[in-house]
């Protein structure tokens, strides 16, 4: 099954009575925008769509929309997901042109990180994905970063992360004090010994007594 390919219809019932209707019928409200076009309000199959959205890549990539005989080319910019029940009840789709730069957020896969966890440091992650700015053709279905040889005090920052040929960080072309931290390693708080949770025990005691 092709989990980036949707088939959608156009949907003329507006409302939130129809919305909810539409969600009975296992169906999802979805709206398109932007190209310079006219938004458009679609319905797609809940099945289709809950599986799909399992995949960490299909937040991050191009994905075909088969609305009646137009392939339109999207990427997912929001999703409202109901708090309990396994549904999704809206999607928002930004159509992408080939030549016209998009900005999206990328997943990051942090690798090695048992380099630093055999030392008995805690990796941390400060980011879990990263905004960039790229063509549709360059938009990478993740970014990696290696943590081997990451240090206590020396986090990695957005402009230590080598991204793929033809994609920027949106956060770094703001500036230099936009230069986040990606990921840290910090050392475990060590428990208290023995003698200072018995001094602390003691304090306790004399302050209730006074």
């Known amino acids: 099954m092709d989990l980036y390919t949707l088939d959608a219809e156009v949907r003329t019932d507006m409302g939130k009575g129809a919305s909810r209707r539409l969600r009975h019928a296992n169906l999802v409200p979805a709206i398109v925008y932007g190209a310079g076009q006219e938004p458009v309000s679609i319905t797609l199959t809940h099945n289709k769509v809950w599986r799909a959205q399992q995949e960490e890549g299909f937040y991050s990539h191009i994905l075909t929309l088969n609305i009646g005989k137009k392939k339109v080319k999207v990427v997912i910019k929001d999703m409202q997901r109901h708090p309990y029940k396994e ?13 016209t730069e998009l900005h999206t957020s990328v997943p990051i896969h942090f690798i090695n990180e048992e380099e630093v966890t055999k030392a008995g440091n805690i990796v941390v992650h400060n980011l879990n994905e990263i905004e960039v700015a790229c063509l549709p053709k360059n938009l990478p279905e993740f970014i990696e970063v290696d943590v081997a040889n990451l240090e206590v005090g020396h986090p990695l920052h957005l402009s230590d992360i080598a ?4 994609v920027t960080s949106v956060e770094l072309s703001k500036g230099e004090s936009h230069d986040a931290a990606v990921v840290s390693a910090s050392t475990p708080k060590a428990a208290k010994s023995s003698d200072e949770e018995e001094a602390a025990e003691g304090d306790a ?5 006074e």
């Open 163 to 166: 991204l793929p040929k033809g």
């Open 87 to 99: 549904q999704v009840m809206h999607l928002d789709f930004l159509r992408t042109d080939a030549k």
């Open 205 to 209: 005691e004399v302050a209730t007594e």
